[in-house]
Structure formats: structure tokens, C-alpha cells
């Protein structure tokens, strides 16, 4: 099994800036694809960033210049450096994965951390 652990949330100003971490673990043989998803009260859960094992990103327009996804392959964990936050950008933070765990495809989901950006 593979666990995904997300932190780094919290309570942050607008024009603020918080970097979350997803720290993967368990039988991993590859990651390909790492991302963060967000769900909002009242909204669907929506991708903000995702980065590939080759080092591919997109993004969400609505976070595009504003939040940079990364990816440390050695300690299995992904970050969201998120800047200039708005209140809009308050939500639940996912961290998901596409992982291979002995030679099977799968995805793994945290647990979720709050962001809450308010004055």
C-alpha cells in the first residue's frame, strides 16, 4: 500500500504565502504523476497543480503564476509553494497520486489539509 501524508496548512493572510508538502511511502516502485486538487465548500474538487516524473507541470488558470508545483523524487514528495494567496484559494488541499506499487497502477489520495486564506 502506498500512504500519502499532506502538510504545511493553515491560516494565512491574503498576499500570503504557505508551501504544502505531500510525503509519500509505503511499496513504491515509481510515482508518475503527483498533484494537488482542492475542494472548496459548495464546489467540485478540482486539479491545481500536477507534475510528472519527466518534470511536466500544469496548473489551474486560476493559480497560474501564483502557486509552483515541485517534486523530490529521492524523498518521494511532492510540494505546492503557494503565493500571493487569496481568499478564493481557501479549501481542503489534496495531495494525489499515480503510483506504481508492485507493478500495479493505482491512485492514492491524503487526507487533505486546510488552506484558509483570510483577514
Known amino acids: 500500500q502506498v500512504q500519502l501524508v499532506e502538510s504545511g496548512g493553515g491560516l494565512v493572510q491574503p498576499g500570503g504565502s504557505l508551501r504544502l508538502s505531500c510525503a509519500a511511502s509505503g511499496s513504491i516502485s515509481s510515482i508518475i504523476t503527483m498533484g494537488w486538487y482542492r475542494q472548496a465548500p459548495g464546489k467540485q474538487r478540482e486539479l491545481v497543480a500536477r507534475i510528472t516524473r519527466g518534470g511536466s507541470k500544469n496548473y489551474a488558470d486560476s493559480v497560474k503564476g501564483r502557486f509552483t508545483i515541485t517534486r523530490d523524487d529521492a524523498r518521494n514528495t511532492a510540494y505546492l509553494q503557494m503565493n500571493s494567496l487569496k481568499p478564493e484559494d481557501t479549501a481542503v488541499y489534496f495531495c494525489?497520486?499515480?503510483?506504481?506499487?508492485?507493478?500495479?497502477?493505482?491512485?492514492?489520495w491524503g487526507q487533505g489539509t486546510q488552506v484558509t486564506v483570510s483577514s
Open positions: 494525489g497520486a499515480d503510483v506504481y506499487s508492485d507493478a500495479s497502477l493505482g491512485k492514492s
